[in-house]
């Protein structure tokens, strides 16, 4: 396939303004931990794209309901490790120096843990796909390596951080399920070779996707949005509340639930699902007073990729509670839920901040020593707006066509759907790339 980029439009140049976010500490000068954040993201945004094309293949499977098929596994830690924890990791190289006042401990712990996990994920995801013994175990055992390194690495940051607040709290908890995520996951690995979990093995598998998505992906993205989201919608004055009150519901709605599918009672999951959808909205809630308190009233890309995950992350509450309650569970409502929440809340909130982010980090290498001195590109115009528009509204169909073709049964539905979302990854990483390359005018 050959792709064609047309020539960027001219550059707008600016007065040499800090752009938002400096202010707020995320613009550290080019150091060690932005280039760590870097690697990390790169390799994300690889895996982001490997999970997309994963989906055209594994359509038929999603369109049955099939979500036990091991390609299906395979596809979904591609989301999961690689483009969602990859890019946690990167981003928490960079944020907890200058939020937390928790410079990372061992820098070059980084790398190493770096170049362990994202091979693993890589050989894990590829062996689960394809039933390779061989291939998953060494995956899961780099996997695990990496896992242990960064939870060593920012615990101790963490332990010496100068300012404990909701964030803090938020990247303590989801650390903790991150290490319960990692033992499940080993758990369910073992139990391909022995099927010793027998008809529990559904139960097990639905604990480790709530505690990795909700307590780990959802409750890091709470705490780090309660700094990112004010500062890139330029919303001052708001109070925590609801951030802490979404943290304390969905830690206890994971536990309660994860307690109520191993023990087999409905009453206890009941409770733990009922603290999540609590958590969850506590979550929207918070998120929606900094969209209404905004100093830029124009909403840019990023926050559009953000405000229309929390409405599909409202959707993938009411799909998780009808998953709950109907008996027996239909199994292409759970494959519709598991989209909604990974696909078009979770995965699309990421790239929002990606959109943030990244070009913003970008700019503070090149131009943070020419602030000042003389006129400036805006961050906006290392990537092209337009195409990242077009870009939002080709995910945001691919997501519902996903949805309804799941719903429907119709393979062909799901098929196309997930080429939407294929395209949508492939003009976000041609964008990244034009971050990462430039251009970048000589201004005077």
């Known amino acids: ?105 061992w820098l070059r712990v980084g790398h190493v843990s770096f170049a362990t996990f994202v ?46 607040d909701v964030t803090w709290a938020a990247v303590a908890l989801a650390l903790t399920f ?32 709530h505690v990795a998505l909700a307590g780990w992906v959802l409750i890091m993205i709470v705490g780090m949005a309660h700094r990112l989201l004010p500062m890139f919608l330029l919303a001052h004055g708001v109070g925590s509340r609801w951030t802490s009150w979404s943290v304390a519901l969905l830690a206890a709605g994971v536990v309660a639930l994860a307690a109520g599918l191993t023990l087999s009672s409905r009453g206890i999951a009941w409770i733990g699902a009922v603290l999540l959808e609590g958590g969850l909205a506590a979550f929207i809630v918070q998120a929606r007073l ?24 409202a959707l993938a509450g009411v799909a998780g509670a009808a998953v709950l309650a109907l008996r027996p569970v239909p199994m292409r409502l759970a494959v519709a839920y598991l989209v909604l929440g990974l696909l078009g809340g979770i995965v699309l909130f990421v790239i929002g901040q990606f959109y943030k982010i990244v070009p913003f980090l970008a700019w503070i290498t090149r131009f943070r020593a020419r602030v000042g001195k003389e006129k400036l590109p805006a961050v906006a115009d290392l990537y092209s707006a337009r195409v990242a528009l077009v870009q939002w509204g080709i995910m945001v169909v691919a997501v519902i066509i996903l949805v309804a073709g799941t719903l429907a049964g119709h393979p062909r539905c799901v098929r196309m759907g997930a080429g939407l979302f294929s395209i949508g990854t492939i003009l976000l990483f041609s964008q990244i790339v034009r971050v990462a390359r430039g251009p970048v005018p000589e201004v005077t």
Do not use: C, K
């Open 1 to 105: 396939m050959t792709i064609t980029a047309s020539p960027p439009p001219p550059l707008t140049v600016h007065r040499a303004m800090p752009p938002a976010g400096m202010a707020g500490g995320l613009g550290a000068a080019p150091t060690g931990n932005l280039r760590l954040a870097g690697e990390h993201f790169a390799a994300s945004l690889l895996f982001l794209l490997a999970g997309s094309l994963g989906l055209i293949w594994i359509a038929p499977d999603l369109a049955d309901g099939r979500f036990l098929e091991p390609r299906v596994a395979g596809v979904t830690h591609l989301f999961t490790l690689g483009w969602l924890t990859t890019t946690i990791f990167g981003a928490l190289y960079q944020l907890l120096p200058v939020a937390l006042g928790a410079p990372v401990r």
């Open 178 to 209: 991150l290490a319960s995520t990692l033992v499940l996951g080993v758990v369910l690995l073992h139990n391909i070779h022995t099927g010793f979990l027998a008809e529990a093995r559904v139960r097990v598998l639905a604990t480790h996707l």
């Open 119 to 164: 091979p693993g994920v890589a050989l894990f995801a590829t062996g689960i796909a394809t039933s390779n013994v061989v291939l998953h175990h060494v995956g899961i055992a780099l996997i695990a390596t990496g896992i242990i390194l960064v939870l060593v690495n920012i615990g101790v940051s963490l332990a010496g951080a100068g300012r404990r």
């Open 290 to 313: 900094y969209f209404r308190h905004r100093v830029r009233r124009r909403i840019d890309v990023g926050m559009r990729f953000v405000a229309t995950s929390l409405v599909f992350m």
